[in-house]
Structures are given as C-alpha cells and as structure tokens.
Nanobody
Framework: QVQLVESGGGLVQAGASLRLSCAAS????????MGWFRQAPGKEREFVAR????????AYRDSVKGRFTISRDNAKNTVYLQMNSLKPEDTAVYYC????????????WGQGTQVTVSS
C-alpha cells in the first residue's frame, strides 16, 4: 500500500511564495511519476505539475509555468512544489498523486492541503 501526505499549505497574500511537500511511504520504489493537482471550489480538479522519478523530467500546466517548480528527493521519497508569485486564482486544495506505471492514471492520492491566496 502507498500513503501520500501533503504539507505546507496556508494563507498568503498575492505575490508571496509557498512550498508544498508530499511525503510518500509504502511500496513506492517502482513508481514512475508523481504529480500535483488542485481543485478550487466549484471547479474540477486540474493538473498542475508532474515529475518523472528516474529522469527528473517535468511538465507544467501553462498558467503556472515560470512560477511553480516541482522537484523530488528520491532518497526521502518526497516531492516538492515551490510556488512563487502566487495569485488569487491559485487558491485551491492541492493534492499530490502517484502514477505507478507512468501512464497518467495516478492510482494513489494524498488528502490535500489548502492554499489560499488573498488579493
């Protein structure tokens, strides 16, 4: 079994920075990718960023490119999302997820951490 625990959310003003962490435990050694998603009130969950465990290859949604950076520490089984220049539209619950096969199915999810950006 796999467990994912996010931390680092909070309430900040526009322009501020936050760093989210996602600690993975359990059978994670064979996982291919980890990703961050978010869901704002009344909206569908959306992809934010992902990173490939072995190569470090990253991908981002357009609206966060240049502001957010995803990184990983394989030794600690932890993935980070550094969020700079935050905007009110970044307000959402942020979830990390693990994609075992690297096929985009993201079988495991964390409980989420709230990020609120005030204007």
């Amino acid at each position: 079994q796999v467990q994912l625990v996010e931390s680092g959310g909070g309430l900040v003003q526009a322009g501020a920075s936050l760093r989210l962490s996602c600690a993975a435990s359990g059978r994670t050694s064979s996982s291919q990718r980890m990703g961050w998603f978010r869901q704002a009130p009344g909206k569908e969950r959306e992809f934010v960023a992902r990173i490939t465990r072995s190569t470090g290859y990253t991908a981002y949604r357009d609206s966060v490119k240049g502001r957010f950076t995803i990184s990983r520490d394989n030794a600690k089984n932890t993935v980070y999302l550094q969020m700079n220049s935050l905007k009110p539209e970044d307000t959402a619950v942020y979830y990390c997820a693990l994609d075992v096969a690297g096929d985009g199915r993201y079988e495991y999810w964390g409980q989420g951490t709230q990020v609120t950006v005030s204007s």
